[in-house]
């Protein structure tokens, strides 16, 4: 009978052949990779007064996130540039990767300019205060 293999595994295992081993478990376990691939993982809540959403985004610093208040849409985007330099007798080693993640959430009747984010430990942290009306606007959060 045919023995059935995955297309994931089957993909994983030619790649590993073609570039090695170790550079594939490298970059496929990266903590940037992994949540792009399954999107930021976030926390939400909601109280009477504001909705507070804390997004884990380790290893990445605060100059590269973005967070965005937009026609009702919050979006959180972080920007990861990374290069490793390895030098052994006999070879030398470079390698570049780059990536950008992003997660929406739909949020109506937010104070966009009382909205606040703080970022500490890998933790993203945005409250939006409610209000009773709705004004859509774009509005661009600054990261405390």
Same mark, same amino acid.
């Given at each position: 009978?045919?023995?059935?293999?995955?297309?994931?595994?089957?993909?994983?295992?030619?790649?590993?052949?073609?570039?090695?081993?170790?550079?594939?478990?490298?970059?496929?376990? $990266?903590?940037?990779?992994? !949540? $792009?691939? $399954?999107?930021?993982?976030?926390?939400?809540?909601?109280?009477?007064?504001?909705?507070?959403?804390? !997004?884990?985004?380790?290893?990445?610093?605060?100059? !590269?996130?973005?967070?965005?208040?937009?026609?009702?849409?919050l979006t959180i985007s972080a920007k990861h540039n990374e290069e490793l330099n390895e030098?052994?007798?006999?070879?030398?080693?470079?390698?570049?990767? !780059?990536?950008?993640?992003?997660?929406?959430?739909?949020?109506?009747?937010?104070?966009?300019?009382?909205? @606040?984010? $703080?970022?500490?430990?890998?933790?993203?942290?945005?409250?939006?205060?409610?209000?009773?009306?709705? @004004?859509?606007?774009?509005?661009?959060?600054?990261?405390?």
């Amino acid at each position: 009978m045919f023995d059935l293999v995955p297309f994931r595994k089957k993909n994983e295992d030619l790649m590993k052949s073609i570039f090695g081993k170790e550079f594939m478990d490298s970059f496929f376990n $990266s903590e940037l990779f992994n !949540a $792009s691939s $399954s999107g930021i993982r976030a926390d939400i809540r909601e109280s009477e007064k504001e909705y507070i959403i804390e !997004a884990d985004l380790p290893g990445v610093n605060k100059e !590269a996130i973005e967070v965005e208040l937009r026609d009702n849409y919050l979006t959180i985007s972080a920007k990861h540039n990374e290069e490793l330099n390895e030098e052994r007798e006999n070879y030398i080693r470079r390698e570049r990767r !780059a990536g950008k993640i992003a997660r929406s959430f739909y949020v109506e009747n937010v104070k966009n300019q009382d909205v @606040k984010a $703080s970022y500490q430990d890998g933790v993203l942290s945005v409250v939006l205060p409610k209000t009773k009306e709705n @004004k859509p606007k774009g509005y661009k959060i600054d990261i405390h």
